[in-house]
């Protein structure tokens, strides 16, 4: 857990929910705050499995992946090819149109290119390629006159690769996988917020949650079906979320399109994935207990 990307807050918070909970239900846990001499860390630790609470860069891009692979120590979540292509926006909106899976019309750019003029027609929205928990992302509405200041400034500390896609109008909906069953769909509904930020994910009141999400069952049943194709897809192992938008605007049908699977899902006090867990009848402790058991290598 902890490590060294602008996620480490929220990886702190949920190796620490989760060691906590891990000991409750009988395991001997060694918390390790990860620094850039972390295989002499496990050297030391020599850890029958490996509980990867880490989240962002080199958490879930197939580094620590690869270090464990090394070592032969086997670890939960996914492998290093799944969470490398899964921490490029541009490499999985690749591969899940592929496999037949709704994205958004996208482009990636150099940020320095985008200036005076827009690079699409607004509404849209530009984010870092390559960052989780909504670090970096800007919405341009409708009516802006010109592109975000910020992307071009030195406050930007997200790389120059951006990916700039159409704004998806409607609702947050997000779907867990654990292993090949898709757990349930829940919608989220930020609070004083316009979409689903990192405050709204991690701050408490940031978010409310519906579970089960209030949508038609013809919809329920098309985001759980996205979400297990785009886990199969990937080659993702242990436990994925998928994150929707969900346009019902004109429709009940309306237009269901995926954004993006995450590998390594949050485990904090107002994480989705526990709580969706809990909903299909799987306690904290019961779903950690399935994680570390479902641990190897070669994943």
Same mark, same amino acid.
């Given at each position: 857990?902890g490590?060294?990307?602008s996620?480490?807050?929220? $990886?702190?918070?949920?190796?620490k /929910?989760?060691?906590?909970?891990l000991?409750?239900?009988?395991?001997?846990?060694?918390r390790?705050?990860v620094t850039?001499d972390v295989?002499?860390?496990?050297?030391?630790v020599?850890?029958?499995?490996?509980?990867?609470?880490?989240?962002?860069?080199y958490g879930e891009?197939?580094?620590?992946?690869?270090?464990?692979?090394?070592?032969?120590i086997?670890? %939960?979540?996914s492998?290093?090819?799944?969470? /490398?292509?899964?921490?490029?926006k541009?490499l999985?909106k690749?591969?899940?149109k592929?496999?037949?899976?709704?994205?958004?019309?996208?482009?990636?750019?150099?940020?320095f290119?985008i %200036?005076?003029?827009?690079?699409?027609?607004p509404?849209?929205?530009?984010?870092?390629? /390559?960052?989780? $928990?909504?670090?970096?992302v800007v919405?341009?509405?409708?009516?802006q006159?010109?592109?975000p200041?910020?992307?071009? $400034?030195?406050?930007?500390?997200?790389?120059?690769?951006?990916?700039v896609?159409?704004y998806?109008?409607?609702r947050e909906? %997000?779907? @867990?996988?654990?292993?090949?069953?898709?757990?349930?769909v %829940?919608?989220?509904?930020p609070?004083?917020?316009e979409?689903?930020?990192?405050?709204?994910?991690?701050?408490?009141?940031?978010?409310?949650?519906e579970?089960?999400?209030?949508?038609?069952?013809?919809?329920?049943?098309?985001?759980?079906?996205?979400a297990?194709? @785009?886990?199969? /897809?990937?080659g993702?192992?242990?436990?994925?979320?998928s994150?929707?938008?969900?346009?019902?605007r004109?429709s009940?049908?309306g237009?269901?399109?995926?954004?993006?699977?995450?590998?390594?899902?949050g485990m904090?006090?107002?994480?989705?994935v526990?709580?969706?867990?809990?909903?299909a009848?799987?306690?904290?402790?019961?779903?950690?207990?399935?994680?570390?058991?479902?641990a190897?290598c070669?994943?």
């Amino acid at each position: 857990m902890g490590g060294f990307s602008s996620e480490r807050p929220v $990886s702190l918070s949920s190796g620490k /929910a989760c060691a906590d909970e891990l000991e409750r239900f009988g395991y001997r846990v060694t918390r390790i705050d990860v620094t850039h001499d972390v295989a002499n860390q496990l050297a030391e630790v020599k850890p029958d499995v490996a509980f990867n609470a880490l989240h962002g860069p080199y958490g879930e891009d197939g580094t620590i992946q690869g270090v464990l692979e090394f070592m032969q120590i086997p670890y %939960t979540h996914s492998g290093v090819l799944a969470t /490398a292509v899964a921490m490029d926006k541009e490499l999985s909106k690749r591969l899940a149109k592929t496999h037949g899976i709704a994205v958004a019309e996208s482009k990636v750019m150099d940020r320095f290119d985008i %200036t005076s003029a827009h690079p699409m027609k607004p509404p849209y929205v530009v984010k870092p390629v /390559a960052e989780g $928990s909504s670090f970096g992302v800007v919405i341009v509405k409708e009516g802006q006159s010109h592109p975000p200041q910020v992307i071009t $400034s030195d406050e930007w500390k997200y790389g120059d690769r951006v990916m700039v896609e159409r704004y998806i109008h409607g609702r947050e909906l %997000t779907c @867990a996988v654990m292993g090949d069953v898709a757990l349930g769909v %829940t919608e989220i509904i930020p609070q004083g917020q316009e979409f689903y930020d990192f405050d709204s994910k991690y701050a408490a009141g940031g978010s409310n949650h519906e579970c089960p999400a209030k949508i038609s069952p013809f919809v329920y049943q098309k985001i759980t079906n996205m979400a297990l194709k @785009a886990h199969k /897809a990937f080659g993702c192992r242990g436990v994925t979320r998928s994150d929707f938008r969900y346009d019902d605007r004109f429709s009940e049908e309306g237009e269901v399109i995926w954004l993006e699977i995450n590998t390594q899902p949050g485990m904090t006090a107002t994480s989705l994935v526990p709580e969706l867990a809990a909903y299909a009848g799987h306690s904290f402790g019961e779903l950690l207990h399935w994680m570390v058991e479902d641990a190897s290598c070669l994943r």
